[in-house]
């Protein structure tokens, strides 16, 4: 697959020189140089802006109703932490080996993939906005099966130079990087080259109006929309549908889980993949819950706007 290509003006070309030079020097530096600094960044972001701190508040408060303010509290502040060793960790990855990411990132249960690929079926490979979600790109590094197209889905960003600058870390460790409007061409073109497609798509986020899929209760909300097009794209291409289940062992350390959902999606009930991906990524919060994005506002959409918004019968905006 091609990487993408940019058509950058002179000022563009010298804004990415200039960023690129200073996130590959910074990320140059041992990691625990860069944890010192995310411990400062932790006062900066935490104690001194506050950045978003009321959204994650109440978010904590309706997610863990039968947690007291104190607990609730510890999360708070456990998450800024965690945010911030998450930025200095994904400055590491510009210029990280592969032999140091082995040793951090450990992946059990490839074995599950493996099996896929080598009987010709794709991947869909769900995760969410969990633990470090930009260091699962290398799970290429854990697959033992020759022939297959690794990837991952990714939003372009308005930013042509931002857009670069984020795909360069992203791309080091093996996998494709593939834009959202172009998954199926990649999935077709690789099958029909008879090449599996092993697939990671972030699928927590939050909809837009039209793509909301279904409505489920979610960390004690009620109605959270949901995305449902990785199910689809599964059913439509055949692909087993594996949850990655990662913890965080200490600092910079972190395993991750193959867990094999179904490897039939067409014979899945509608919607049921989905739901299962749901279920698996609360539980997966709930163990360790200061490292889920917080500061996200996953549940800015109600189901009574959407039903004002949308048609339910062609999914649509109303006219």
């Known amino acids: 697959m091609a990487r993408a290509t940019y058509t950058f003006t002179c000022w563009q070309h010298i804004a990415y020189g200039i960023l690129f030079g200073v996130a590959y020097a910074i990320s140059l ?66 210029s990280m080996s592969k032999a140091q990411m082995r040793r951090r990132m450990v992946f059990k249960g490839g074995d599950v993939v493996d099996q896929c690929i080598q009987r010709g079926q794709g991947v869909a490979l769900y995760l969410g906005h969990y633990c470090n979600w930009e260091w699962i790109s290398s799970i290429p590094l854990w697959l033992n099966s020759p022939n297959y197209a690794g990837s991952q889905v990714y939003h372009v960003l308005e930013s042509p130079v931002m857009d670069k600058l984020l795909l360069y870390p992203r791309h080091r460790m093996g996998p494709d990087n593939v834009a959202v409007m172009d998954v199926l061409r990649y999935i077709a073109k690789n099958k029909e080259e ?78 049921s993949i989905t739901r299962e991906y749901f279920h698996r990524l609360e539980q997966s919060i709930r163990r360790q819950p200061h490292l889920w994005l917080w500061t996200h506002n996953r549940w800015k959409r109600t189901r009574e706007e959407y039903e004002t918004m949308i048609d339910p019968v062609t999914g649509k905006f109303k006219m």
């Open 29 to 94: 530096l041992p990691l625990c140089v860069l944890y010192g600094l995310s411990t400062g960044l932790y006062g900066l972001v935490y104690h001194v802006v506050g950045y978003r701190k009321k959204l994650v508040r109440k978010h904590l408060a309706d997610s863990f109703p039968e947690k007291d303010e104190a607990e609730r509290l510890a999360i708070e502040r456990a998450y800024y932490r965690w945010f911030c060793d998450y930025i200095v960790e994904t400055l590491k990855l510009f």
């Open 194 to 271: 008879g090449r599996p497609v092993v697939m990671g798509f972030i699928a927590d986020q939050v909809p837009f109006w039209n793509n909301i899929g279904d409505w489920l209760t979610f960390l004690h909300h009620e109605n959270t929309p949901v995305l449902a097009g990785t199910e689809r794209i599964a059913r439509r291409y055949n692909m087993a549908c594996v949850y990655i289940d990662i913890r965080r062992v200490r600092r910079g350390y972190y395993e991750a889980e193959f867990q094999l959902m179904t490897d039939a999606p067409k014979d899945a009930p509608e919607l």
